[in-house]
T-cell receptor
Framework: GIQVEQSPPDLILQEGANSTLRCNFS?????LQWFHQNPWGQLINLFY???GTKQNGRLSATTVATERYSLLYISSSQTTDSGVYFC????????????FGAGTRLFVKA | DSGVTQTPKHLITATGQRVTLRCSPR?????VYWYQQSLDQGLQFLIQ???????AKGNILERFSAQQFPDLHSELNLSSLELGDSALYFC????????????FGEGSRLTVL
């Protein structure tokens, strides 16, 4: 089945710093999403981005489907950005079956 | 608020017992997905239903079963519970635009003692 790799696995930032999270996938996908899991366990939709670039405030994402990767940019990080960022892709086999990467654990220091 | 409702939020039970987790999808969504997240682990896909029928199956144990009812709510049944079944169980729904975009509930945290 499709493999999803996220890097880096862990990231520590000083408040105000910028960062780039990467998601590589092993096969073509029908869609791709980025989620933030906050310290309370809630999964929050960030982007639905099968291709192209989107921006939402301090966050933006780019997916290059032909090269099988997606990037999540966080600018001017805040302590509330801490948590785990997941990339999830739909392989399209046997109906929708969204597979998650292992995540990037981000800690933003005040 | 994603619009997906899961109950109960927390559940503590003993090994060997059986529990039922419930999920109500967003209004208008036909697909329901179940995921398991063990401590410090990623999300493992368990099973997907679409309009009452099983659509895709992941690494779901035989001790686990699920169904989606005519009103589109879904239940995940976990039986003969083991310590290792302790996890956060998420339900997600999708379907309004048929894109596969998932919206997650807040999860049900199961602790097996």
């Amino acid at each position: 089945g499709i493999q999803v790799e996220q890097s880096p696995p862990d990231l520590i930032l000083q408040e105000g710093a910028n960062s780039t999270l990467r998601c590589n996938f092993s096969d073509s996908v029908n869609n791709l999403q980025w989620f933030h899991q906050n310290p309370w366990g809630q999964l929050i939709n960030l982007f639905y981005i099968p291709s192209g670039t989107k921006q939402n405030g301090r966050l933006s994402a780019t997916t290059v489907a032909t090269e099988r990767y997606s990037l999540l940019y966080i600018s001017s990080s805040q302590t509330t950005d801490s948590g785990v960022y997941f990339c999830a892709v739909d392989s399209g086999a046997g109906g929708f079956k969204t597979i998650f990467g292992a995540g990037t654990r981000l800690f933003v220091k005040a | 608020d994603s619009g997906v409702t899961q109950t109960p939020k927390h559940l503590i039970t003993a090994t060997g017992q059986r529990v039922t987790l419930r999920c109500s999808p967003r209004s208008g969504d036909l697909s329901v997905y179940w995921y398991q997240q063990s401590l410090d682990q990623g999300l493992q896909f368990l099973i997907q239903y679409y309009n009452g029928e099983e659509r895709a199956k992941g690494n779901i144990l035989e001790r686990f079963s699920a169904q989606q009812f005519p009103d589109l709510h879904s239940e995940l049944n976990l039986s003969s519970l083991e310590l290792g079944d302790s996890a956060l169980y998420f339900c997600a729904s999708s379907g309004r635009a048929n894109t596969g975009e998932l919206f997650f509930g807040e999860g049900s945290r199961l602790t097996v003692l």
